[in-house]
């Protein structure tokens, strides 16, 4: 073969700076386009030496930095230093292996050289994906199945909307660091359990709710408990010998029929029971058993403070299948020294 040295290229070597159509290159190569602009069709550029993989993979004694493109990635095997060509593209050595220029998450797997943040301010980050398990971390840790809307951790097969796997039997893998068995209960809830399917799932179950207070001008509003569709009260804000009744309310907007039963009351001067009778508990507060038109028995439960007077009862609604159970206590306590009190005390079920 023969070698054609260009003459004009010398006096450039002199100055270790090389100019293609550029008479005062900026560089050790300084390449200028023939025609840098305009609409001549003629092509401008660089061609980088062409390969296959097999032929990049047999090189040796490659220089760091070397570049080429690969042009047939179906040759040799992506082992060695070609383990990262994988496909046609431009691909550089850096003393060991073949690396993809402009290699990135959405075209190549890669690993991290150190701790990185991601500073969003006040933009977001989306993931769009419709295939299971489209975004994971570690495995199983934590999996989002975007073909249904899922979220699995500890499984990357979910089958609900959250599913957690602890993996040992017997025990969650869910744990709350602000409340334990010494969190005092949160009044009107139900308690949650799980199926023979591992749902977690509301109880039918019991719940209670209590309320102690002082006979006062803030008793109508201190004394009040709301617990399923109802409210309970004791009105009065006075200790006295008369009469007085617990109140009652929805809290729905809507009025509750049912039937009032297991009446029974008692005070230092007597006790007895009161025939159960229907009860229809409206959105204005009233004393239990009022407002029933034509009943000669409208189930009224009169207590008297300074008898210690205490009353009891069951309610079940018509309306939408629930029980309560009552309890409701006034005093005066004057003679142990602690003024007068009360309580009310409601069991719910539904």
């Not at 991290?112 to 419709?130: C, E, H, K």
């Not at 109802?230 to 029929?257: K, W």
């Not at 602690?338 to 719910?348: C, K, N, P, S, T």
Request: hydrophobic share 35%.
């Amino acid at each position: 073969m023969k070698k054609l040295l260009l003459p004009f290229l010398i006096p450039y070597g002199i100055f270790a700076q090389i100019g293609i159509n550029t008479s005062i290159p900026s560089a050790t190569i300084d390449v200028a386009a023939k025609n840098a602009a305009g609409t001549t069709t003629a092509v401008e550029g660089m061609l980088i030496p062409r390969i296959d993989r097999q032929r990049a993979q047999s090189m040796i004694g490659i220089p760091d930095s070397t570049l080429i493109y690969v042009n047939d990635a179906a040759t040799g095997t992506q082992t060695g230093n070609a383990v990262n060509i994988d496909s046609a593209g431009f691909y550089f050595f850096n003393g060991t292996a073949w690396m993809k220029l402009n290699a990135n998450i959405y075209n190549s797997d890669g690993t991290l050289t150190g701790s990185r943040i991601v500073t969003q301010g006040g933009n977001t980050i989306a993931f769009n994906g419709t295939s299971t398990n489209a975004f994971s971390v570690n495995g199983t840790t934590f999996s989002v199945d975007a073909a249904n809307s899922r979220v699995g951790i500890g499984t990357d097969t979910p089958t609900s909307k959250m599913e957690i796997a602890s993996g040992v039997d017997g025990s969650s893998g869910l744990k709350f660091s602000n409340m334990n068995n010494t969190t005092s209960p949160t009044s009107n809830t139900s308690p949650l359990g799980i199926d023979a399917n591992g749902n977690v799932v509301v109880q039918s179950s019991l719940t209670t709710s209590f309320r102690s207070f002082n006979i006062n001008a803030t008793t109508p509003t201190s004394s009040s408990v709301a617990i399923g569709s109802l409210e309970f009260r004791y009105p009065s804000t006075v200790c006295t010998n008369a009469d007085s009744y617990v109140q009652v309310r929805t809290t729905t907007g809507t009025n509750n029929t049912g039937i009032i039963h297991g009446i029974y009351r008692t005070a230092q001067n007597g006790s007895g029971f009161i025939n159960s009778v229907p009860l229809t508990i409206t959105p204005t507060f009233a004393n239990i058993g009022a407002g029933i038109p034509g009943n000669p028995n409208p189930a009224l439960i009169p207590v008297t403070c300074t008898q210690d007077g205490h009353a009891q009862f069951t309610f079940f609604s018509y309306v939408d299948k629930t029980f309560y159970r009552v309890s409701f206590h006034i005093a005066d306590g004057d003679s142990l020294g602690f003024g007068a009190l009360g309580y009310i005390f409601v069991e719910f079920q539904r």
